[in-house]
């Protein structure tokens, strides 16, 4: 699947951009095409594609993924459609649901209606593992229960049952990722690991809330863009395929380990009143796309932590 014309939505936001940017640097790869669709709301920022900005094979269309009529426009000359678009930030979601909903659910539905009406190849539909809810003991298979715990969680779970139920119905070659936190270079801000590097450079501190026992599984964007494109070109239709890594840490560790990077002072560390809803441990089990796709992440930890320490400290202002 090398010769193709994907049209990546939600392709200016942190990882679908890097997505993008990865797969129009695969070397020897010549035949593809990508167009981005993004709405470029405050997630989305159009510099995160500067570097494919010039290449013929790429290009940019803002709008959004509930338009009908871009969307049908779009999707009838491409084969491929990878679904990066949502609205990804859970205490936003407390706040108010209704953008994630309309997103989540209804914009999926736009974008797998357009899929189905024109012929579309593949539909990869880019999740995330708190759609499974919290996991006190052991590690969510991709057949777990979906027990989706934020307004978020249950967004992307409505839209990834509805992405089935297109292919149950209609035969639409639907395919579903689920990782962990993703982190690296060019994260927004609001998000746990840019947040704490941005304020530590600063030199504020560190919120951490309630005890900082959180534990989460990380991923580096670079080692997720990858496991969503063995998905795209190699799996199987109707499958659900988990994303992981081998960091399954609590938010103080990682906050430690943050301070060490930075070279900040050691007890930077604030813990702040627990937010109203914060699932105790996620944890994946992603054994499947290793043994059928051969996946396998690359990015250590340590390194991935100073990479991004690096960048951040080289883009304070951006």
């Given at each position: 699947?090398?010769?193709?014309?994907?049209?990546?939505?939600?392709?200016?936001?942190?990882?679908?951009?890097?997505?993008?940017?990865?797969?129009?640097?695969?070397?020897?790869?010549?035949?593809?095409?990508?167009?981005?669709?993004?709405?470029?709301?405050?997630?989305?920022?159009?510099?995160?594609?500067?570097?494919?900005?010039?290449?013929?094979?790429?290009?940019?269309?803002?709008?959004?993924?509930?338009?009908?009529?871009?969307?049908?426009?779009?999707?009838?000359?491409?084969?491929?459609?990878?679904?990066?678009?949502?609205?990804?930030?859970?205490?936003?979601?407390?706040q108010d649901s209704a953008p994630f909903v309309r997103t989540g659910t209804l914009g999926v539905c736009c974008l797998l209606d357009a899929a189905l009406h024109h012929g579309v190849r593949t539909f990869t539909q880019v999740s995330t593992d708190e759609v499974y809810g919290p996991a006190p003991a052991g590690s969510w298979t991709e057949d777990a229960p979906l027990r989706p715990t934020s307004p978020y969680a249950a967004a992307k779970a409505a839209g990834?049952?509805?992405?089935?139920?297109?292919?149950?119905?209609?035969?639409?070659?639907?395919?579903?990722?689920?990782?962990?936190?993703?982190?690296?270079?060019?994260?927004?801000?609001?998000?746990?690991?840019?947040?704490?590097?941005?304020?530590?450079?600063?030199?504020?501190?560190?919120?951490?809330?309630?005890?900082?026992?959180?534990?989460?599984?990380?991923?580096?964007?670079?080692?997720?863009?990858?496991?969503?494109?063995?998905?795209?070109?190699?799996?199987?239709?109707?499958?659900?395929?988990?994303?992981?890594?081998?960091?399954?840490?609590?938010?103080?560790?990682?906050?430690?380990?943050?301070?060490?990077?930075?070279?900040?002072?050691?007890?930077?560390?604030?813990?702040?009143?627990?937010?109203?809803?914060?699932?105790?441990?996620?944890?994946?089990?992603?054994?499947?796309?290793?043994?059928?796709?051969?996946?396998?992440?690359?990015?250590?930890?340590?390194?991935?932590?100073?990479?991004?320490?690096?960048?951040?400290?080289?883009?304070?202002?951006?």
């Amino acid at each position: 699947m090398s010769g193709c014309r994907i049209l990546v939505t939600g392709g200016a936001g942190f990882i679908g951009s890097r997505y993008v940017r990865t797969i129009l640097d695969r070397r020897g790869v010549h035949d593809i095409s990508v167009t981005v669709l993004d709405a470029l709301t405050y997630a989305g920022d159009i510099a995160n594609l500067t570097e494919v900005a010039g290449d013929l094979r790429f290009t940019f269309v803002q709008g959004d993924i509930c338009d009908p009529a871009i969307v049908n426009q779009l999707a009838s000359h491409h084969d491929d459609i990878v679904n990066f678009a949502a609205e990804s930030h859970v205490d936003r979601s407390v706040q108010d649901s209704a953008p994630f909903v309309r997103t989540g659910t209804l914009g999926v539905c736009c974008l797998l209606d357009a899929a189905l009406h024109h012929g579309v190849r593949t539909f990869t539909q880019v999740s995330t593992d708190e759609v499974y809810g919290p996991a006190p003991a052991g590690s969510w298979t991709e057949d777990a229960p979906l027990r989706p715990t934020s307004p978020y969680a249950a967004a992307k779970a409505a839209g990834d049952l509805l992405a089935l139920s297109y292919y149950r119905t209609h035969g639409l070659d639907v395919r579903i990722t689920r990782c962990g936190n993703n982190y690296g270079p060019g994260q927004h801000p609001e998000k746990f690991i840019p947040l704490a590097i941005t304020r530590l450079l600063d030199g504020l501190t560190v919120p951490l809330h309630g005890d900082g026992g959180n534990i989460r599984s990380w991923v580096h964007v670079d080692d997720h863009v990858r496991g969503i494109d063995l998905v795209r070109r190699h799996g199987t239709p109707g499958e659900i395929y988990n994303i992981g890594a081998h960091i399954e840490i609590s938010n103080h560790d990682v906050a430690e380990r943050l301070i060490d990077a930075c070279g900040a002072d050691p007890d930077l560390i604030e813990h702040i009143p627990d937010r109203k809803i914060n699932d105790r441990r996620y944890s994946l089990n992603w054994t499947k796309i290793q043994t059928e796709l051969g996946y396998r992440p690359c990015v250590d930890f340590t390194a991935g932590l100073t990479q991004t320490v690096a960048w951040y400290r080289t883009n304070r202002h951006r």
